[in-house]
């Protein structure tokens, strides 16, 4: 099992859950660092065992401020800076969105520009009251985190935020339905931790096959769609986990799943 331990991170693995806290004081801006510390935790975490499910959260009272504005002059002089830096941040949010286990934001403060792409990379959201999400690219003459939050908001909405840098606070986040839940600060990691808890009871080879699929006909047609989805029905139908369920089933037990 790998230790975890990661410059910008602090990681917490029991009852199967890995949580995740962004650890770069004082407001957990995006470095290199951070960039590389969670792509590689994520990877890892889809290949260990002992991990079914993720919660990413913010050690302090923000979630992510975002790119690091401190260090960005010394990027953009660097030849290749950016492009390389919009490589690695491109590449942690597919980590987070293909790691086979799910992962959860608990959002504990602000989440802004790079860290709402942080957070909409996430299978499920939920805020504390002091949470928000926001793009302030335009009030530092930057672009960025569209595609990501075209998820998680309608047109006007959207549009709003990326063009005057609104921040939307946990409260209106969960009147929208972008958040499941939004809970006082000092609840945040119960509220998340039992929505872990129930992922982790599950048939593991259930919930990845699950959100492989969910995430692989995102973008395709309805018939495509069923396709995939019908396949893969069928394999893990396969499973180990799919005939122990039939058994505890049939001997009204709780099944106990293997992750095979
Ligand atoms: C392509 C991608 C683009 C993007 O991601 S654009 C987004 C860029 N991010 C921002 O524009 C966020 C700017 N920051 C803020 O709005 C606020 O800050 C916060 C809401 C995050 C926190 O507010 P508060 O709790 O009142 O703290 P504080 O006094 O404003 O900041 C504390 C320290 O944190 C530093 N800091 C804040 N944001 C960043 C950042 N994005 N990169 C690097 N450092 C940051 C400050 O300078 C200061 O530091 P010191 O104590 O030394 O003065």
Redesign the pocket.
């Known amino acids: 099992m790998p230790d975890y331990r990661f410059e910008t991170l602090r990681v917490e693995l029991q009852d199967y859950v890995a949580t995740v806290w962004l650890d770069h004081p004082?407001?957990n801006?995006?470095n290199t660092q951070l960039l590389q510390d969670l792509t590689l935790a994520l990877d890892q975490f889809g290949a260990d065992p002992d991990v079914r499910c993720v919660v990413i959260t913010g050690q302090g009272?923000?979630f992510c401020?975002?790119?690091?504005?401190?260090n960005r002059g010394q990027m953009l002089d660097q030849p290749g800076g950016l492009s390389q830096h919009s490589r690695r941040t491109r590449e942690l949010f597919h980590a987070i969105r293909e790691c086979p286990k799910p992962v959860i934001a608990a959002l504990n403060g602000?989440a802004?520009?790079?860290?709402l792409g942080i957070a909409a990379s996430c299978d499920i959201l939920v805020a504390a009251e002091t949470a928000s999400l926001a793009l302030?690219?335009v009030?530092?003459g930057?672009?960025?985190?569209v595609k990501h939050a075209q998820r998680l908001f309608g047109h006007s909405r959207l549009r709003r935020m990326m063009l005057t840098g609104m921040r939307v606070s946990g409260a209106e986040l969960y009147r929208l339905g972008v958040v499941e839940a939004c809970v006082p600060v000092e609840r945040l990691l119960d509220e998340a931790g039992t929505i872990a808890r129930q992922i982790a009871a599950k048939s593991p080879v259930s919930v990845q096959l699950m959100i492989q699929t969910a995430n692989a006909i995102e973008d395709m047609s309805l018939r495509d769609g069923y396709r995939y989805e019908q396949d893969m029905t069928a394999q893990v139908a396969k499973s180990e986990d799919a005939r122990e369920a039939r058994q505890a089933f049939l001997e009204k037990r709780p099944p106990v799943f293997k992750g095979r």
Not at 112 to 115: F, I, P, V, W
Not at 142 to 145: A, I, K, N, P
């Open positions: 004082p407001v801006a995006v009272k923000v401020a975002g790119a690091d504005l401190k602000p802004l520009g790079a860290g302030p690219e009030d530092v930057l672009l960025g985190g």
